[in-house]
């Protein structure tokens, strides 16, 4: 089975731009997350899909939103980009998804916000 | 929220010594997740802990439970150049989602040859 897969693998983008990042699961996974990480703060939990419905949300601001299409691919956006953005973009998907399950990482996008 | 903290945040080894981290969670947890990312890689699911007390190995890594559930462990035995990495606990939020996995903020093991 392909593994998840991210695209792009790196953006650079300036402070107020908008961006889409892209996430295709492993065949047959209903479940995808999001996380953002930085040295910092770690992994930090974004938002997580199922069956095109997001089914909970971290404690990021509005400009961080997604979405899941009926063939589980899943994409998120950030608008109004700022410099604290830039990080890497890890999606993950899960068959069921919650955290009974196993989660299968992507490669992940790295975001530069300059 | 709940919170899951690692410690240490950093260890350096040297090849063949042991190296344990460890994971405490302020909730008690249903379940417990352990990954282990490679530097410039990303997390790759290593071991789900459910019961009470569990202990469960892996080769030289040896993963354990608390009692109750709020505590787990992991150790590596002699450790080796390819154990480098950070490794992550993960539980269940406590917020009453069951979708959302709280990431601890890892140790990083670096391994001098």
């Known amino acids: 089975k392909a593994g998840v897969t991210q695209t792009p693998r790196y953006l650079i983008k300036t402070r107020g731009q908008q961006v889409t990042l892209s996430c295709s699961p492993i065949?047959?996974?209903?479940?995808v997350s999001w996380y953002q990480q930085t040295p910092g703060q770690g992994l930090q939990f974004l938002f997580e899909?199922?069956?095109?419905?997001?089914?909970n949300k971290g404690n990021f601001p509005g400009r961080f939103s997604g979405r899941q299409f009926s063939n589980s691919r899943s994409e998120m956006n950030v608008s109004t980009l700022e410099l604290g953005d830039s990080a890497l973009y890890l999606c993950?998907?899960?068959?069921?998804?919650?955290?009974?399950?196993?989660?299968?990482f992507g490669p992940g996008t790295r975001l530069t916000v300059t | 929220g709940q919170q899951v903290m690692q410690i240490p945040q950093y260890q350096h080894v040297q090849e063949g010594e042991d190296f344990t981290t460890y994971c405490n969670s302020s909730?008690?947890?249903?379940?417990i997740q352990w990954y282990k990312q490679r530097p410039g890689g990303h997390p790759v699911f290593l071991i789900q802990?459910?019961?009470?007390?569990e202990v469960k190995k892996q080769k030289r890594l040896t993963f354990q439970f608390g009692e109750a559930k709020k505590n787990s462990s992991l150790h590596i035995t002699a450790t080796q150049t390819t154990d480098v990495g950070t490794y992550f606990c993960?539980?269940?939020?406590?917020?009453?989602?069951?979708?959302?996995?709280?990431f601890g903020k890892g140790t990083l093991l670096t391994v001098n040859p």
């Open positions: 993950a998907s899960s068959l069921l998804g919650g955290s009974s399950y196993e989660q299968y």
């Open positions: 065949s047959g996974h209903r479940s």
């Open positions: 899909y199922f069956s095109e419905t997001q089914r």
């Open positions: 909730t008690t947890l249903s379940n």
């Open positions: 802990l459910v019961k009470s007390g």
């Open positions: 993960a539980g269940p939020d406590s917020g009453g989602s069951n979708y959302k996995l709280t």
